[in-house]
């Protein structure tokens, strides 16, 4: 194994995690004893590394096939005037590979500078449809166990876990860097490709700014123009908001009127790609829209709110290849990539 570890205040520390309960903090090697704030802060990132390991081995283990969120598991769907055909989202199949999943494994937890390359988000989309098409991902797993979380160099960490049945753990390796989102240090899987050498430095520089633009609103002229655009356009659901975040403008639309969730659908795809053409127009700037179809959910209190529960992102550059007049609808929409939402315990509700 790497015995490069972090050595900031001439010590080593190693991290064993006992049974996935509680963290033991192992000091050893020692030239200089280290003062107890510092102990503490190195306690603290490995907590929080930790913590960040064990959300991706939970997303890893959700990359399943699960029932078609377009046809929920039926392999068919039927179109505005009732007429069945092979459901464009899993082409019959009736399960697809769980896309929140894998968007979480390959895509959210990358660094900001993987996230932020050209190209990124096509190239995530590519490998998720090959994956589907493969019924498997790679990292995919049925059951983990953290073998131990370890601090290499200034913001970076390793994490040794047992997978599946496996007998000896491998490493993952982790950057610790500032989140455009949040402005606050996160821990992202390093990529070889973005993220420099490896091992970080022993001594350096503080945690390096991404190179995102941070997550936030668009300016109110900005957001009045797209409104416009979009009224403009016939579309029917009204924007209610929009933001720049990850690289993406993400646009939020409601349409309060249907009464089901299919009528939600075709209301929401009949909409899609003019939509996204006028946002594209409207902003320039944008490398990629997502659209955000706001509906009405219902907790188990009975409150209402309107939040998402049905993204689509198309890039700029897949969005200037299309010649729409030449695709059948089910060809056009299947050039998004969908996501679907569900919040926890909570269901769709169709009144104010
Ligand atoms: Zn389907």
């Given at each position: 194994?790497?015995?490069?570890?972090w050595r900031?205040f001439g010590i080593v520390v190693?991290?064993?995690?006992?049974?996935?309960?509680?963290?033991?903090?192992?000091v050893s090697g020692a030239r200089a004893v280290a003062?107890?704030?510092?102990?503490?802060?190195?306690?603290?990132?490995?907590?929080?590394?930790?913590?960040?390991?064990?959300?991706?081995?939970?997303?890893?283990?959700?990359?399943?096939?699960?029932?078609?969120?377009?046809?929920?598991?039926?392999?068919?769907?039927?179109?505005?005037?009732?007429?069945?055909?092979?459901?464009?989202?899993?082409?019959?199949?009736?399960?697809?590979?769980?896309?929140?999943?894998?968007?979480?494994?390959?895509?959210?937890?990358?660094?900001?500078?993987?996230?932020?390359?050209?190209?990124?988000?096509?190239?995530?989309?590519?490998?998720?449809?090959?994956?589907?098409?493969?019924?498997?991902?790679?990292?995919?797993?049925?059951?983990?166990?953290?073998?131990?979380?370890?601090?290499?160099?200034?913001?970076?960490?390793?994490?040794?876990?047992?997978?599946?049945?496996?007998?000896?753990?491998?490493?993952?390796?982790?950057?610790?860097?500032?989140?455009?989102?949040?402005?606050?240090?996160?821990?992202?899987?390093?990529?070889?490709?973005?993220?420099?050498?490896?091992?970080?430095?022993?001594?350096?520089?503080?945690?390096?700014?991404?190179?995102?633009?941070?997550?936030?609103?668009?300016?109110?002229?900005?957001?009045?123009?797209?409104?416009?655009?979009?009224?403009?356009?016939?579309?029917?659901?009204?924007?209610?908001?929009?933001?720049?975040?990850?690289?993406?403008?993400?646009?939020?639309?409601?349409?309060?009127?249907?009464?089901?969730?299919?009528?939600?659908?075709?209301?929401?795809?009949?909409?899609?790609?003019?939509?996204?053409?006028?946002?594209?127009?409207?902003?320039?700037?944008?490398?990629?829209?997502?659209?955000?179809?706001?509906?009405?959910?219902?907790?188990?209190?009975?409150?209402?709110?309107?939040?998402?529960?049905?993204?689509?992102?198309?890039?700029?550059?897949?969005?200037?290849?299309?010649?729409?007049?030449?695709?059948?609808?089910?060809?056009?929409?299947?050039?998004?990539?969908?996501?679907?939402?569900?919040?926890?315990?909570?269901?769709?509700?169709?009144?104010?």
């Open positions: 194994m790497d015995r490069r570890r900031a190693q991290v064993v995690v006992l049974g996935g309960i509680g963290a033991a903090v192992g003062g107890p704030a510092e102990d503490a802060a190195a306690r603290a990132r490995v907590a929080s590394l930790t913590a960040r390991v064990r959300e991706w081995f939970d997303a890893r283990k959700r990359l399943v096939r699960v029932d078609c969120p377009k046809c929920r598991g039926w392999g068919r769907v039927e179109d505005r005037s009732g007429r069945g055909a092979t459901c464009p989202r899993c082409d019959g199949a009736k399960q697809v590979l769980a896309s929140d999943a894998y968007r979480k494994v390959h895509y959210d937890f990358m660094s900001p500078a993987y996230r932020g390359r050209d190209g990124a988000m096509d190239a995530a989309n590519a490998a998720y449809k090959e994956a589907n098409a493969a019924r498997r991902d790679a990292l995919y797993v049925n059951a983990y166990r953290i073998d131990r979380v370890e601090l290499v160099g200034v913001n970076g960490g390793s994490a040794w876990v047992f997978e599946g049945t496996d007998s000896v753990s491998r490493e993952s390796r982790w950057l610790q860097l500032t989140d455009p989102a949040t402005k606050k240090p996160q821990w992202f899987v390093y990529g070889p490709e973005t993220d420099g050498a490896w091992p970080p430095p022993d001594a350096a520089p503080p945690i390096p700014e991404g190179p995102l633009p941070k997550r936030e609103p668009l300016a109110a002229a900005e957001l009045d123009a797209l409104r416009k655009a979009v009224r403009d356009a016939g579309i029917v659901p009204a924007v209610e908001g929009a933001r720049r975040e990850h690289g993406e403008v993400v646009v939020a639309l409601f349409d309060g009127a249907p009464t089901d969730r299919r009528a939600l659908d075709a209301n929401a795809e009949a909409c899609v790609f003019r939509l996204t053409g006028v946002v594209l127009a409207a902003l320039p700037d944008a490398p990629a829209v997502r659209v955000e179809f706001l509906a009405r959910w219902r907790d188990k209190f009975g409150t209402v709110t309107k939040r998402p529960y049905r993204t689509a992102l198309l890039s700029r550059a897949h969005h200037a290849k299309i010649v729409p007049e030449r695709l059948a609808p089910e060809e056009l929409l299947a050039l998004f990539a969908w996501s679907d939402v569900q919040p926890e315990g909570e269901v769709l509700w169709w009144k104010d």
